[in-house]
């Protein structure tokens, strides 16, 4: 199971992350010997299997609808980065 | 005997004869930590004005003569993952090093309101994700047993901290065995309950459906307390079981007759250090003349667990850390010429150096399995695998109380050993591993020791079964010389491998510390003798 550059870059921009030459090929080879080693479970046949996505028997955990203790809004802002009064400020987008 | 050898349950002991203060006992603490944090390096943050702060408001309360909540004023360390108001709580990555959470996680709440005194928050492996806490984007922790060894991960701080006296007990955090490998690793107890049993709210999240917070403790009784003090339904975790609670140390009753255990036998092969083996198997013996019924089985998938975690618990984390953008919390990049960056820059820079290398490995292979085309033949095969996984240990659990096998396949390895190595890094989860994926409680209690370092034995139960866990872990305890034994830290810099053993007021041994001398590392391990001379062979 061999991903090939190309990959690693596809990868990595879907997950944010910038990558140096060295990086690439670091990751890539790593990646690939981590995805051949967990292509095993390909081995076993899983067509009659149910997918496990809770471990408890938990469904649809509500609670009405009241308000209750919130953050205030400067405790809201005090880790920005950057900041405008109460607004969050971020790079221009285009 | 040192006030930082002693376990919660000793302390709080002699806080409520009136014995001691708990701003004296905090202080002994914390001159330990002067003492031996230099060479152990556990901590990340120190709280010590808080520390002494609160250790005063209980001693006031108490002078009052309140009835307060039996461990109140006891220290406790807090690994780094759980938000912690007002204080520092960084993950051991670049990402948090300046974060401040407006909140505390539910577990901090709790213990707050039992009185204890923080002492600070404990290095990791960065975001968890590790098995020797040399991910941390700080420092490495090392082992107090061989400073040139890792203490495991990702609980490593906590683990040395409570191991080195650092800390009379700690809060750690497991997703594949972050708190029992370095339990076992740091010769304490460590255990990971049922999912859901203890609130996630304010645990940083790496993998929603496999991370649990629990105890690390030097004795079976505090891991208990503990327990009792965290556990229960949040309102504010969704995920959080509602069932009620039970006083976890009733079960401490020391007796285990006609318990039967099982012995996967895939957990006794290839890849298993011949030393670790043998003190495991000693242990089981002993097991078995405490009254237990041992018995050979199979967990046929237990070759597919490994596999099916690294493909279920990094494409959870590529969800969980998307949230580190640099908008609203953490690190933001900046360009070096002061000019600005668009937002994609802004986002692709602020990542790629606020995340370490095994963090960007994780979310790649994360988004890899998750990213169309690959869904079906990675994640999706992976959860039907977890169903098998889970089936398996139901089939056990039917003839069964419990299932052992060792925590760790070998000992405390040398810092640097594994980390060029990230597959060799995760094989040392090969047996704490199943039991996240399948949701169950776990338990790791020292049970000997290899070549000088510790070994751990890992108790696995059905869901919610912590108290026959405990049950069986207090009586093998009571039953062994292993957690009266401390390492022999001086704090000058380079600690010689070595045991100290400390008196039990309870055990009937014969007081007296003893000092070893350099021991090989490597080689057969071998029963622990009982008092006096050496705890190695």
């Not at chain 2, 505390?104 to 707050?112: D, E, F, R």
């Not at chain 2, 208990?224 to 995920?239: C, M, Q």
């Amino acid at each position: 199971m061999k991903l090939s550059i190309r990959e690693v870059e596809h990868v990595a921009l879907l997950a944010r992350l910038a990558l140096s030459e060295e990086e690439k090929e670091r990751f890539r080879a790593q990646l690939s010997s981590i995805l051949d080693y967990a292509d095993r479970i390909n081995q076993l046949d899983t067509t009659a299997v149910e997918p496990t996505y809770h471990v408890l028997p938990l469904q649809n955990v509500s609670r009405p609808d009241q308000r209750g203790t919130t953050l205030t809004q400067e405790e809201v802002l005090q880790n920005a980065p950057d900041r405008d009064g109460s607004y969050f400020k971020v790079p221009r987008i285009l | 005997m040192e006030i930082y050898d002693l376990t919660a349950h000793e302390l709080a002991d002699l806080l409520r004869r009136g014995e001691m203060t708990s701003a004296e006992v905090t202080g002994a603490i914390f001159k330990r930590i002067h003492d031996v944090d230099p060479d152990v390096q556990a901590y990340v943050t120190l709280t010590e004005d808080q520390a002494y702060e609160t250790a005063r408001k209980v001693d006031g309360e108490r002078g009052q003569g309140r009835s307060l909540p039996y461990l109140a004023g006891v220290p406790a360390g807090l690994k780094d993952v759980l938000c912690t108001r007002g204080i520092r709580t960084t993950c051991s990555s670049r990402m948090l090093e300046h974060f401040i959470p407006p909140y505390n996680a539910t577990v901090v709440s709790k213990l707050a309101a039992a009185g204890a005194v923080f002492t600070g928050k404990l290095n990791m492996d960065e975001f968890a994700m590790g098995s020797s806490t040399e991910n941390s984007a700080f420092f490495p922790t090392r082992n107090p047993w061989d400073l040139g060894c890792v203490p495991g991960g990702s609980s490593g701080g906590p683990a040395a901290a409570v191991a080195a006296g650092e800390a009379p007990y700690a809060l750690g955090t497991d997703t594949g065995g972050s708190i029992r490998q370095p339990a076992s690793l740091c010769g304490i107890v460590g255990l990971k309950p049922t999912y859901g049993l203890v609130s996630r709210y304010g645990l940083v999240a790496f993998a929603s459906s496999l991370d649990q917070v629990g105890p690390m403790t030097k004795d079976v009784r505090d891991c208990a307390l503990v327990l009792n003090l965290i556990a229960g339904h949040d309102p504010l975790d969704s995920t959080s079981a509602p069932i009620p609670v039970p006083d976890y140390t009733s079960f401490l009753t020391g007796e285990i007759n006609g318990l039967r255990i099982g012995i996967p036998r895939e957990f006794f092969g290839d890849g298993l250090d011949a030393g670790v083996s043998e003190v495991v198997k000693a242990s089981l013996d002993k097991l078995a003349e405490l009254g237990a019924i041992i018995e050979e089985c199979s967990f046929p998938h237990a070759e597919y667990a490994l596999p099916c975690y690294y493909l279920i618990a990094p494409a959870e984390a590529s969800s969980n850390l998307a949230r580190y953008d640099g908008v609203h919390y953490g690190y933001r990049a900046t360009p070096d010429d002061g000019g600005e960056y668009d937002l994609m820059d802004m986002y692709l820079n602020t990542r790629s150096q606020g995340f370490g290398p095994e963090v960007k490995r994780r979310i790649m292979l994360g988004t890899y399995v998750l990213s169309s085309g690959y869904y079906d033949a990675y994640y999706l095969k992976a959860l039907k695998l977890r169903t098998l996984i889970r089936d398996d240990f139901s089939r056990l659990f039917d003839q069964f109380d419990i299932i052992v096998s060792p925590t760790s396949p070998t000992p405390p390895f040398r810092l640097g050993e594994r980390s060029n190595d990230p597959l060799s890094m995760y094989l040392s989860d090969v047996y704490t591993i199943p039991v996240n994926l399948a949701g169950i409680p776990a338990i790791s209690v020292p049970c000997g020791f290899t070549g000088g370092l510790p070994v751990g034995l890992q108790l696995m139960g059905p869901v919610f079964s912590e108290g026959t866990l405990l049950r069986i872990a207090y009586a093998f305890e009571q039953n062994t010389p292993h957690h009266r034994a401390r390492p022999s830290l001086e704090g000058s810099g380079s600690a010689a491998p070595g045991t100290r053993r400390v008196p039990s007021s309870t055990s009937g041994l014969t007081p007296g510390l003893k000092e070893c001398g350099v021991h090989e590392r490597g080689g057969g391990g071998g029963a622990v003798r009982q008092e006096g001379g050496c705890v190695h062979e």
